[in-house]
């Protein structure tokens, strides 16, 4: 089936610092999606990239999708203590299967 | 603005009990989802539906079903609880514009004693 892996599992950071996680799928996605789960919270819907190559951007966060849709990236400028959090890709290949990603874990050090 | 409800927040059940978790979804939001999350663990698709037919169906257990009403809150029916099913059990919804932007529930934790 498919499988969606995140790397890194766990990241620390510094305040100020920047952060990117990376997802990647063994076959084509039709679309990817980033989610948001602050501890003993919810997932939240940030955003989904669709078209090869689209980058979009959320004030500090730039999310990229790749040219042949097979990876994804979250990059964060100058972390906040607010950006805590597990931050897990999920995607869809084409109607076939639904998965979420393992997730990255960011502690933010103030 | 509404969110995704569900009911109730905890629940503690013994092994082979029965258990019912109930998730009301975002008005005007036809598509519901039902997740497990294991502790530091990524949701798990069980099971969804639109328009009050099951549309995907994920790792859901046998033991598990699940159905829409015509008032779309949906319910998770867990029969034979297992030590394993000890869980967050978390519902989405979606609206028909996009089917992937997702909106979660707060959940609901399963603990099998």
């Known amino acids: 089936g498919q499988q969606v892996m995140q790397i890194p599992q766990y990241q620390h950071v510094q305040e100020g610092e920047d952060f990117t996680t990376y997802c990647n799928s063994s076959?084509?996605?039709?679309?990817i999606q980033w989610y948001k789960q602050r501890p003993g919270g919810h997932p939240v819907f940030l955003i989904q990239?669709?078209?090869?190559?689209e980058v979009k951007k959320q004030k500090r966060l730039t999310f990229q999708f790749g040219e042949a849709k097979k990876n994804s990236s979250l990059h964060i400028t100058a972390t906040q203590t607010t950006d805590v959090g597990t931050y897990f890709c999920?995607?869809?290949?084409?109607?076939?299967?639904?998965?979420f990603g393992p997730g990255t874990r960011l502690s933010v050090l103030p | 603005a509404a969110g995704v409800i569900q009911s109730p927040r905890h629940l503690i059940k013994e092994k082979r009990e029965t258990a019912t978790l109930k998730c009301y979804p975002i008005p005007r939001h036809d598509t519901v989802y039902w997740y497990q999350q294991g502790p530091g663990q990524d949701p798990q698709f069980l099971i969804s539906f639109y328009e009050k037919m099951q549309s995907d169906k994920g790792s859901i257990p046998d033991r598990f079903s699940a159905q829409q009403f015509s008032d779309y809150h949906s319910e998770l029916n867990m029969s034979s609880l297992e030590l394993g099913d000890s869980a967050l059990y978390f519902c989405a919804s979606s609206p028909d514009r996009n089917p992937y932007e997702q909106y979660f529930g707060p959940g609901t934790r399963l603990t099998v004693t």
């Open positions: 999920a995607a869809d290949n084409y109607g076939q299967n639904f998965v």
């Open positions: 076959t084509t996605l039709s679309n």
């Open positions: 990239l669709v078209k090869s190559g």
